[in-house]
């Protein structure tokens, strides 16, 4: 009876989804949150064992595979996007910019949480503490320009700001991507306490390697012509076979799809035919992928949570928004960069998920389940409020540009 | 070929003892199912290069790389991908129901009609005079009596009855096969899979009393199984209903939802017994022949259909069980034998007597030869009932079902090249 419940509740959830995502000529913060999928993370809650227990631990266990999938596919997709001759039109100074603005985030986020969880945890052992903020500076350096793609019917006149926060939103990942993959290798789980740095020196080695030597592969499977079915088994075989792989040996399944997205797509010649097939799975994927999740999320919610998630999206928030003139005088960028162009930054978007359950899934301890609490909710917030922030920073400063 | 042997080599190394401390075990599933994925697609489509199918590629694949040979997948996560394997099954099986388009039905249900009632009436009674006959030359029956002889041989008689959909199916689509044949064999499998359940039910129930003489005929398993049935097609037809609806004011996220539907029908069926295979038959059956959707979606069932097929058909090869095969291989191999002359004999009784052509009569007998899913589960339901049989039965089907999996796609493949209902893409491959 709870199955079909379930089932009936699934089908209504695709029903207001199928009525609300229509195209509109504002963007509502609930329209953004059903536009970007985080609903089902709600529906994956309630789907397991604190709800209807459908997706019971047994059922999760079984379908951890598919989390692993949706984990790779959405740094095969990262990585796929990466193609030289794409990335050539884009200034040296913007890839600064981006760097210079992770980095700055990254530590400013880390000082603080760890000043905070040192004060809130205090009986934890420093290096599960150190973990913790490391965990959520890496996680605060990335966000996603789906808002900005939602929203680029609002934006006046999608001039100079609008490019550069799209360039900047869709690369911002790679850093963090890169912090993950440094951190799942030379803070490896279990840990391990003699030759840290010749064994995480090996694990990103064997990382990186193994994932460019899969993309080659996985090129020479389609080089020749290649029916779309067969394009697609490979497709998820691989993506499968490298992100099962990282899973297996602790390693960031992020890192090593997004390095054989990479490299595939700077040596294939499918990409249109490839992007049809990408794009018809993302969907699917990554709705499973969030209903999996939420039935994964141990929710927990208590003062420490609520001062948690405020110091992380106060920090990450003046991490984005304060450096941006001095970095426009360090880098003599060519237009101002006003601190409100900052807020444009603030949407985590599904990447942020997949970052954060990551992280979760291979430091599997208690400090770690509290992080995926005050993740998520912290996800879920900002990408709320991100469509009303976006009014008020982007589309205000393109306004003005037009005027 | 490179990438074969490379992916092959990767696993070899990645599973070496000098990998083992950065390694965590329990978290190996994703990695096995990623490889078998990729392994047993291109060892498929190797195998398709010397004119056999891709499926019996897939099984072979996950023979090799099962618990049994390779050991990369171990039994414990064979057994962790068995929802997968239960996913797969809906997927194929709403497939199955799909194309079982009523007006074409409709032209053979003569035909299908003979060839389901005359391989029931001559396979059942056949493996009974087998039983007799084995009862000089294997302990198993030896150890019988007259009776129980009887009842266990038509236990196995009516497994050997069965036609595996799935595989049936699945060459079907691999071969982009249409026409008569192929209509013929899908719809007299599909229908069979309902006989043989029913009939199981029946034998089940008069076969407790005669092993237990304390019990009277228990017609407790022969009701628990109907209402299975029962309960199965009625849920195929609510189930049905609701796609269709979805179909005509949804529309959207059809991936999803075909998913959605396969994971439910195997939730559904898992808790309360009934048959996801039967469930996802008649509810396929029913959005194709009423509503005008059925052709949508087949459509979105179908871009999933190959890594689905390769998944389903990997996880069989992997859980086919070579300990009983070893054990009881003789035995299985002449049971096969056996049934292959009894099917011959059905199929032809009944196509002669529906007035086929020389064709079916002759040649479709190879299209029932493949064994999978609801042998294996009314198996394992026959092994349950009996447990003091210790495993001796559960052994001889699972090898004969090990056996007709490896034969069974390959002979429906040569059955469809030689009445050349192939796709003329694939006709030339071969």
């Known amino acids: ?403 | 070929m490179i990438t074969l042997v490379v992916i092959f080599l990767l696993m070899l190394l990645l599973k070496t003892s000098a990998f083992f401390p950065f390694a965590n075990p329990e978290k190996g599933t994703s990695f096995a199912l990623g490889f078998i994925l990729i392994f047993a697609f291109l060892f498929g489509k190797r195998i398709n290069r010397i004119k056999l199918p891709q499926i019996t590629g897939f099984i072979l694949a996950g023979i090799l790389c099962g618990p049994f040979i390779l050991k990369f997948l171990s039994a414990d996560q064979v057994s962790d991908l068995q929802l997968f394997d239960g996913l797969a099954l809906s997927l194929i099986a709403l497939t199955a129901g799909g194309e079982m388009a009523f007006g074409r039905l409709k032209a053979q249900i003569r035909s299908i009609s003979a060839l389901v009632i005359f391989q029931t009436l001559i396979i059942i009674p056949g493996f009974l005079v087998f039983g007799f006959l084995g009862r000089k030359f294997f302990p198993f029956f030896s150890d019988l009596t007259i009776v129980q002889t009887a009842a266990v041989s038509l236990l196995l008689g009516t497994l050997a009855t069965a036609t595996s959909p799935a595989t049936t199916i699945a060459i079907i689509t691999e071969t982009k096969s249409k026409g008569k044949y192929t209509d013929l064999v899908l719809s007299v499998a599909v229908v069979k899979d309902f006989i043989v359940i029913v009939l199981f039910a029946l034998f089940i129930s008069l076969s407790k009393p005669v092993f237990s003489p304390d019990q009277g005929f228990d017609a407790r398993f022969f009701f628990q199984i109907l209402r299975e049935v029962g309960g199965s097609v009625l849920l195929g037809i609510v189930v049905g209903g609701g796609i269709i609806l979805y179909l005509r004011y949804i529309r959207r996220e059809m991936t999803v939802f075909v998913l959605s539907v396969a994971f439910f029908t195997y939730q559904i069926s898992h808790s309360y017994g009934y048959h996801p295979l039967l469930i996802c038959l008649v509810a396929g059956f029913i959005v194709e022949n009423f509503s005008p959707h059925g052709d949508r979606f087949i459509q979105a069932i179908g871009k999933t259909s190959l890594p689905v097929y390769v998944v389903f058909f990997a996880i069989s090869g992997a859980s086919l069980d070579l300990d009983a095969l070893r054990s009881s291989w003789v035995l299985a191999l002449i049971c096969v034998f056996w049934r292959t002359v009894l099917k011959f004999f059905g199929t032809y009784a009944g196509a002669s007597l529906a007035k086929e052509e020389r064709g079916v009569r002759l040649y479709s007998w190879a299209g029932f030869i493949s064994q999978a899913g609801v042998s294996l589960g009314l198996a394992i339901l026959v092994e349950k009932t009996f447990p003091e049989w210790q495993g001796v039965f559960l052994s001889l089907v699972l090898a004969i079902i090990a056996i007709n999996q490896i034969i069974g796609p390959v002979l429906l493949q040569k059955l469809l090249i030689r009445v050349q209902e192939v796709g003329k893409k694939q006709l030339s491959l071969y």
């Open chain 1, 1 to 403: 009876m709870k199955a079909i419940y379930a089932f009936g509740l699934l089908i209504l959830l695709a029903f207001l989804g199928s009525r609300l995502i229509v195209r509109r000529k504002t963007l509502s913060p609930l329209h953004f949150i059903f536009l970007s999928g985080l609903l089902y993370i709600f529906l994956g809650l309630y789907l397991g064992k604190h709800g209807l227990n459908i997706l019971s631990p047994q059922v999760l266990d079984a379908l951890t595979p598919l989390i692993s999938l949706g984990l790779g596919w959405i740094g095969f997709l990262f990585g796929f996007q990466f193609e030289a001759k794409y990335l050539r039109r884009f200034s040296k100074k913007s890839f600064a910019l981006s760097l210079l603005q992770s980095t700055f985030v990254f530590f400013l986020v880390f000082a603080v949480l760890f000043i905070v969880v040192r004060k809130l945890y205090p009986g934890q052992p420093h290096h599960l503490l150190y973990g913790m903020a490391l965990s959520f500076g890496l996680l605060a350096t990335v966000n996603s320009p789906t808002l900005l793609n939602a929203a680029s019917f609002a934006l006046p006149s999608r001039g100079e700001y609008s490019y550069l926060a799209r360039f900047l939103t869709s690369v911002s990942g790679f850093w963090g991507i890169m912090g993950l993959a440094v951190l799942f290798s030379f803070w490896h789980f279990p840990f391990f306490d003699s030759q840290i740095i010749l064994v995480g020196s090996v694990l990103l080695l064997v990382s990186t390697v193994v994932p460019i030597m899969l993309g080659y592969l996985f090129y020479l499977s389609t080089k020749k012509k290649t029916p779309e079915q067969d394009v697609l088994v490979y497709l998820l075989g691989f993506v499968f076979f490298v992100s099962g792989a990282a899973f297996y040996f602790n390693m960031s399944p992020l890192y090593v799809s997004m390095v054989m997205g990479i490299t595939f797509s700077n040596l294939t010649r499918i990409h249109e035919k490839l992007y049809p097939l990408l794009l018809a799975a993302e969907k699917p994927l990554y709705i499973v992928f969030l209903i999996l999740i939420g039935a994964l999320w141990e929710f927990k919610f208590d003062l420490t949570i609520a001062l948690l998630i405020l110091a992380f999206l106060g920090s990450r928030a003046l991490g984005y928004v304060s450096p941006l003139t001095s970095f426009r005088f360090l880098l003599r960028f060519p237009f101002p960069l006003p601190l409100l162009f900052g807020f444009s930054f603030l949407s985590f978007g599904g990447i942020g998920v997949a970052f954060a359950v990551s992280l979760k899934l291979t430091y599997q301890t208690d400090l770690m389940e509290i992080f995926l609490s005050i993740a998520l909710i912290s996800i879920i917030v900002s990408d709320f409020f991100s469509p009303w922030l976006l009014k008020v920073s982007l589309v205000k400063l393109e306004s003005e540009e037009r005027s």
